[in-house]
């Protein structure tokens, strides 16, 4: 039995200016600005608590069964109203290898069966997530006018109305597993299966205008689901002076909302989370191509006004003939289904080599940081992929550029695959043509290093003498077109930046 109690003290102070006028490094203070003086600084301050009860209990009998119990009391200060959370586990396993029936096998060094079920808790969510709290200053947020020249007062007011109720967030897990080992370890691995339940999960969720609410508010909304199969597999081995090891792992995994409290979905930024679909689901129109003529638009979209050839061209899901917010559908998947490692290492008389590759696969990425790259210019300079921009005249411009001795198929690209940037208002509405494949496999670390022979460093006394060389992230294989397809599990790339490719060299020193 044992238990643990933190506590984290917030303060932080701001203030600002500009233009020291002798900026030595003993004057580097605010009150020496002398330009862009902020005279009211800021302050604030936060505290957050917490207290953990655990309790564990083990029993093993003849080293082939063995029980473990596990439970713990959580308390955050976090959730005002419902501060406890109670948080049971066990597992139990099979050591089957000393089985008698088993124990004399030559080429089996383990095999073990594995069962366990437990609850644990997260409380990662803002401070204030559930405590309703004021601001006051003499910004525009707060402040009031009053007296004949509307001169802004200090005022207070509530910027996010809160949902009180709030409470840990509990992730369940059922797993079944098995671990082997064959050959005096030449070659073992374990395998498992598992569903993890994450209940009351705690998401942001935006509430109407007219709550008064200016941010999103954390509720426990619902309930998400994650199940899958994880292998792992490593192989070592010497030959004469060669070591080597050869690790891999694989997982496949499904996402799924299995419920959400009220029934109601959860709309987002380019994504929609609902009952029975992954977390942060992509969504948004699906994408059929650009419209070659002006007749084409007004056949498929009869309803709708300012649609032209070059637009893009959209599923109308419901054939109602208008593009609203029925037409969108599910167009990504941000969850991989697909995880997987590979190790290898590495020595032969003193040169050792370590390389680690990883990568996913099944998932798909909103690249909307190519709105902009192919858009009108205005937001961002234009991506090179913009000659590829449809470009069609009427056949009235046609007749024109033939007046004047142009020919009109030089100049045009109805084969282009970027609609036409200055035309309708929904060729930049969310769709599946900014949706591309998360795919990638990367070496993610390779080190390689040359370890002296000791009979030359024990004579200038030093134990052991290494030299290394090592590169991260030196090549990803993708055909993601954004700067890194590592986007995390939003799913959504607002131009994310690019892990960098980093070279180190160094020693090991021992003495």
């Keep these: 039995f044992r238990s643990t109690i933190e506590q984290y003290n917030y303060y932080s102070l ?94 089996l060094d383990q095999l073990k069966l594995r069962a366990g079920w437990g609850r644990v808790g997260n409380d990662d969510v803002g401070n204030n997530a559930f405590t309703l709290t004021m601001g006051s200053s003499n910004s525009w947020f707060y402040a009031y006018p009053f007296g004949k020249n509307q001169e802004l007062q200090a005022g207070a007011a509530v910027l996010q109305y809160v949902n009180e109720d709030g409470k840990w967030e509990t992730n369940e897990q059922w797993n079944v597993g098995i671990d082997f080992g064959f050959w005096n370890g030449m070659l073992s691995g374990n395998i498992d299966g598992f569903i993890r339940d994450t209940k009351d999960a705690l998401l942001y969720v935006n509430s109407p205008a007219y709550a008064g609410s200016q941010f999103p508010i954390t509720k426990n909304v619902g309930n998400l689901r994650n199940m899958g199969i994880e292998i792992a597999l490593d192989h070592h081995h010497k030959v004469n002076k060669f070591n080597y090891s050869i690790g891999g792992n694989i997982s496949f995994i499904k996402n799924e909302v299995t419920a959400l409290n009220g029934g109601s979905s959860l709309p987002g930024d380019r994504t929609m989370t609902d009952e029975g679909m992954a977390l942060n689901t992509l969504w948004g129109y699906k994408y059929l191509g650009i419209y070659q003529s002006d007749e084409e638009a007004v056949a498929a979209f009869p309803n709708a006004t300012g649609l032209h050839a070059g637009d893009a061209k959209y599923e109308d899901l419901n054939g109602d003939g208008k593009l609203d917010e029925n037409d969108k559908q599910k167009i990504g998947n941000p969850f991989p289904w697909l995880t997987y490692g590979l190790n290898f290492t590495a020595d032969f008389y003193g040169v050792d080599i370590q390389i680690f590759f990883q990568g996913v696969y099944g998932n798909q990425i909103y690249n909307a940081m190519r709105e902009r790259l192919e858009g009108t210019g205005e937001a961002a300079t234009l991506s090179s992929k913009m000659k590829d921009v449809w470009i069609g005249y009427s056949d009235n411009v046609r007749m024109s550029l033939l007046e004047q001795g142009v020919d009109y198929r030089q100049l045009e690209n109805r084969n282009g695959t970027i609609p036409n940037p200055n035309g309708a208002s929904t060729n930049f509405s969310d769709n599946s043509r900014f949706v591309e494949s998360g795919a990638y496999f990367r070496l993610k670390n390779i080190q390689i290093g040359y370890t002296l022979p000791k009979n030359i460093t024990q004579k200038a006394y030093i134990e052991r003498l290494r030299f290394y060389v090592s590169a991260s992230n030196l090549f990803t294989i993708t055909k993601y077109s954004g700067y890194d397809p590592e986007v995390g599990t939003g799913g959504v790339d607002y131009g994310n930046y690019p892990q960098s490719r980093t070279f180190t060299f160094g020693l090991n020193l021992n003495f």
């Design 14 to 107: 701001s203030a600002s200016g500009s233009s020291i006028t002798n900026p030595v490094e003993t004057n580097w203070y605010v009150n020496n600005a002398t330009e862009d003086l902020n005279a009211n600084g800021s302050d604030g301050v936060s505290r957050v608590r917490r207290a953990s009860f655990i309790a564990r209990g083990f029993y093993n009998y003849a080293d082939r069964y063995m029980i473990t119990a596990t439970f713990r009391a959580d308390g955050s200060s976090k959730f005002p109203k419902k501060t406890w959370g109670f948080f049971p586990s066990v597992a139990l396993a099979w050591r089957m290898s000393e089985e008698t029936w088993l124990k004399d096998v030559d080429w």
